[in-house]
């Protein structure tokens, strides 16, 4: 296993996603969707629960690099003998899900190894596999999975090995497809041309980026990674292609997130309308349309890839977890949470749609007023927070502050695109949460919006008020928040969510009822930029933006957290949220319009 999360790269055909890593190791891929079992769960592990590793047997130096606007990792391997390339992608979907490496020699004779360990279901099952002269098939239950390889395969130990030399200007290519075991299997596959149409298909799709600022190649690799952890068939985001890795090495903070969360799908939609990608609005709204159908009370923070519900927490006991991190868990019981801001950030994400000029859905516009319908009745209850915290539910003040953004949307919406509504009611419903929140949310002792009423806590997400258009950036109340923020939650310049440590009993964090800490939040430092751009420190966020951009890896990827004194990344990865930021930061620092700066404008159209 690589030593660090920051050693993999990411490859993907918009089903799924694989981690290769630095050492040529392929440790994570589900197969057929992000949410099925992992046949390479190494990541969390080691290679007896699936790999594939494929490099040369002696290896002086590594390189690697996406091509130019696409998800094709290509990596080079300074080796004794010569040079070697591994050009590694998933060609987008027809029929099987399929994986395609090529080696290809660029100088001299490397000696090369192939290692592989294929299991199924997060390597409980070992498969029933069988050998010929184009490769090997291996079958257990459900599934079934063809490898394609140009040189002989052999069986030693529940694995498969070759070892083999590519000399210069030799291709050799090895493909990894999927099936059904009740089903055919695929076709003799060629790699060569698919390699072409994969090329193709993402320069086209990059094409579009209407970005031309400064940081316009972080932006589009940002880009490219959100459009990556898109569920093709139905229009779903996921927040990371991973689960359980951790937010504290050796901590049990460990968390699934091949799910879609409507507020992640809500901010990665945000970002990407801002660069010209309204197609990934319309169907993820229509994906909305579907999970969210029926009553509003039962609105979910999170669904599956096709809205499923019953997202089941259960923990894989045979994993040992990324360096030693336990538990290892599939499900995410978090899905059950009331958490209020959720309606807001849907709200909003339809109303930024629309100023980006996405049709107005009538269907759309239905649900929304049963959202809002629901939050008039539910706003004034307490929740379980945007953070999912598992100590009990609160009056957390970033949920009433969405719950004013998703009357205002409305409101909004009414008055500004002529939809049928009592525009009226909805903004005396907003002037109502604003004042409440403004007189119990905000402690003058502390000069700073806390995490929720009453509390002493400070939270990160209270930089969010200005991004939403509640307060202004140079309020004297935002001003003093930000300090506070930057005082006691920042470590090393960078912005943790809250203090985990501050009050802690038998280990446990009673500010969240989860024992351990984490790492600082990638996004909510991107929202500190945000903020110093609004009221106009601009030097300032510029050199907090590119303290940022030096915490991506070789290939330009986040995780969700950062930790400033390990000089490593923690938590899934890579991470939506984190992408987010960046992108979103990039434009309020190049001044360019779009729905953020929208977004913070309350009402604005």
């Not at 749609?353 to 209850?381: F, H, I, M, P, S």
């Not at 000089?567 to 779009?594: C, E, K, M, W």
């Amino acid at each position: 296993m690589s030593a660090r999360i920051e050693d993999y790269a990411l490859i993907g055909d918009t089903h799924t996603a694989a981690l290769v890593g630095l050492d040529g190791s392929i440790d994570w891929l589900c197969l057929p969707r992000f949410d099925s079992g992992a046949v390479f769960a190494a990541l969390l592990g080691d290679s007896s629960h699936g790999s594939w590793s494929l490099a040369p047997a002696h290896t002086v130096s590594v390189e690697r690099r996406y091509r130019d606007e696409t998800l094709i990792l290509e990596t080079t391997f300074t080796a004794p003998g010569g040079r070697v390339r591994i050009t590694d992608f998933m060609p987008h979907r027809h029929e099987h899900p399929t994986l395609v490496r090529i080696v290809e020699g660029l100088e001299g004779e490397v000696d090369m190894q192939l290692r592989l360990r294929l299991r199924f279901d997060y390597g409980w099952v070992v498969p029933w596999v069988t050998r010929d002269h184009t490769g090997l098939h291996a079958v257990a239950g459900p599934d079934a999975i063809r490898v394609q390889s140009p040189v002989p395969l052999v069986g030693r130990d529940m694995a498969t090995e070759a070892d083999f030399t590519v000399r210069r200007g030799e291709r050799l290519p090895f493909v990894l497809a999927w099936h059904r075991s009740a089903e055919r299997q695929p076709p003799t596959y060629d790699a060569e041309r698919a390699l072409d149409e994969c090329d193709a298909v993402w320069r086209e799709w990059s094409g579009h980026c209407t970005y031309e600022g400064p940081w316009r190649s972080e932006v589009l690799r940002s880009l490219i990674t959100l459009k990556a952890l898109t569920y093709d068939p139905s229009g779903a985001i996921v927040a990371a292609p991973t689960t359980s890795l951790p937010e504290q090495l050796g901590g049990p903070r460990n968390w699934d997130y091949r799910y879609s969360w409507l507020r992640d799908a809500t901010f990665s939609l945000i970002a990407l309308m801002s660069s010209g990608y309204l197609h990934e609005a319309r169907e993820w709204r229509h994906w909305l349309l579907r999970a969210a159908a029926g009553d509003p009370a039962q609105l979910q923070i999170m669904y599956g890839l096709d809205g499923e519900r019953r997202l089941v927490e259960q923990e894989l006991d045979w994993l040992p977890g990324f360096a030693g991190s336990r538990p290892v868990r599939i499900g995410n019981e978090a899905a059950g949470q009331f958490q209020l801001d959720v309606y807001g950030e849907v709200m909003d994400a339809m109303h930024q749609a629309r100023c980006a000029g996405l049709a107005v859905d009538q269907d759309a516009w239905r649900l929304q007023q049963a959202l809002v319908g629901y939050v008039e009745k539910n706003w004034t209850r307490p929740d379980d927070g945007l953070w999912e915290v598992r100590s009990g539910r609160q009056h957390f003040t970033h949920s009433k502050v969405m719950a004013w953004a998703a009357f205002d949307r409305a409101a909004s919406a009414v008055t500004d695109h002529g939809l049928p509504g009592d525009a009226a009611r909805w903004r005396g419903l907003a002037d109502e949460v604003h004042a409440q929140v403004c007189a119990e949310a905000f402690d003058a002792e502390l000069g700073s919006f806390t995490q929720a009423y009453g509390s002493k806590t400070l939270d990160a997400s209270a930089l969010l008020i200005p991004l939403v258009g509640f307060l202004p950036a140079d309020d004297p109340r935002v001003r003093g928040t930000v300090e506070a923020i930057r005082q006691e939650l920042c470590a090393d310049g960078l912005v943790v969510r809250y203090r985990t440590d501050q009050t802690v009993t038998e280990g446990i964090a009673e500010v969240d009822g989860l024992p351990g800490g984490e790492g600082a939040f990638l996004l909510c430092s991107f929202w500190l930029v945000d903020n110093l751009v609004m009221r106009g420190d601009t030097e300032e966020a510029h050199d907090v933006f590119e303290r940022l951009l030096t915490l991506s890896n070789d290939v330009g990827l986040l995780a969700e957290e950062y930790d400033p004194v390990a000089g490593r990344q923690l938590g899934n990865y890579p991470q939506a949220f984190s992408h987010v930021g960046l992108i979103n930061s990039a434009f309020l620092l190049s001044q360019t319009d779009g729905p953020l700066i929208r977004r913070s404008t309350p009402g604005s159209a």
